[in-house]
């Protein structure tokens, strides 16, 4: 006669067998079980008896990890205080108050979901799964559009020429207008590139103050001239797609919430005032979660340029020019100057140091300070490595670069020097031979200037390359002579 057993009667049995002498490997076998499980029935029969071997909860009885009352308060305190700030914000502030340990993002929503200061939403797609697309590096895309929702008094409403730059997040124009027509926005533009200097490339939607592509005429419109005038690629979405200036478009949300919300003004230009004050603030205090919570003035810094004459007209009104970072020191200890690599390393004293690809064909300062070696752009530190190379071979490396200068002023030259616009390639042409200007100067206006037996190029004052002399001296005279390139050119200078 078969007699079935409970689960507690099938443990004992097998703690009995084992303890009769039986291996724990055949009782395990019998009973089709691991042998860790043998042994944990053991251990539990051996603590509590026939009654350790009853089934019991799985939760453990303490949770080291778990988030103390303290930081918990924190977050709820710091949610009631900004209703719009989400977990991240919420953790980064925590790590900026000095918490120890930041509790993670997922920890921080939870909270907040037990607490109803959150609604649970339907599980999206993981975050992995959007693919998003930024610029290499800051200047060379801005992202331009308008945006309305600015009250005046008497139920007036104005609007916003914004941009942003596309690597950066910074904020390149806030330009408060009362109508939005093609002149104030190209005013907008203006403004911005005097302040920030000339990008390669602008991007906006199919409105008629920025294109004529859906407009009745077939000539350009202003905008379109001011971008070809100083050599900016002006890129179009396509129709009904906003989500290709999404970064301009997240801006807009973002101006809303911390900034128009429940605000009227009396003017244009107290809105102006207001909101200069705020953009300030964004560009360079408040952290951004797309660049890893920095501002976006760390990152746009790093290709900041100085103010440019351009060949739009001048803004009907004017605003204080943003606070831009003063021209660093020279170093104190011993510096030269690398160019990038395509492959983003540079090479120093027979040993190579990586600077990052976004910097290819870029000039960085190297800095030697005892057993580090520091790599600088434009004055902004943006790698720090260990040295590799001898110590011998030191002094003959810094004596190979040019002086370490934030940037290479070129004087006025006294030879006679032409303009010439850089092709596709990042090359220009002088008297039948190429020179390589560099492709971040792509279609826009340069100086070749013929100085001795070498070749000068340069953008304003500042020297960008020298090469010697490998073109035919015997056509240099002809170059000379047509100083803005052939007149067959639709854009000679």
Known sequence: MLVELGLVEQRYKAVCDVLDGATVTDVARRNGVARQTVHDWLRRYASGGLAGLADASSKPQSCPHQMAPEVEARVLELRRAHPGWGPRTIGHRLGRDGVE???GRSSIYRCLVRHGLVTPEPRRKRRSDYKRWERSRAMELWQMDIVGGVVLTGGREAKIVTGVDDHSRFCVSAYVVARATAQPTCDALALAMRRHGVPEQVLTDNGKVFTGRFGPGTGEVL????????GIKHLLTAPRSPTTTGKVERFHKTLRAEFLTGKVFASVE??????????????????????????PFERFRLAASEPVETTAPAPAKDTAAKTTPSSPTPPSAPATTRRVGANGLISFASATYRAGVWLAGQEVTVVCDGG???????????????????????????????????????PTPTAASVTRKVDSSGNVCFAGAHYRAGSQYRRRQVQVAVVGDMVE?????????????KHDRTREHGALANPGGRPRRSNAA
């Not at 207001?274 to 890893?292: C, F, K, M």
């Not at 260990?386 to 011998?392: E, F, G, L, N, Y």
Request: aromatic share 4%.
């Open 101 to 103: 340990p930041v509790p």
């Open 223 to 230: 905008f379109d001239r001011i971008c070809r005038e100083n």
């Open 270 to 295: 107290e809105a102006q005032a207001a909101l200069d004050v705020w953009v300030t603030h964004y560009n360079t205090e408040r952290p951004h979660q797309s660049i890893g919570m920095v501002a």
């Open 372 to 410: 580090l070696v520091h790599l600088q752009h434009r004055g902004v530190l943006i790698a720090t490595h260990a040295r590799r190379h001898s110590v011998d071979k030191q002094a003959a490396g810094l004596r190979r670069g040019k002086p370490a200068k934030d940037s290479v002023r070129r």
């Open 457 to 469: 190029i340069s953008i304003g004052n500042e020297l960008i390359r020298c090469y010697p002399a």
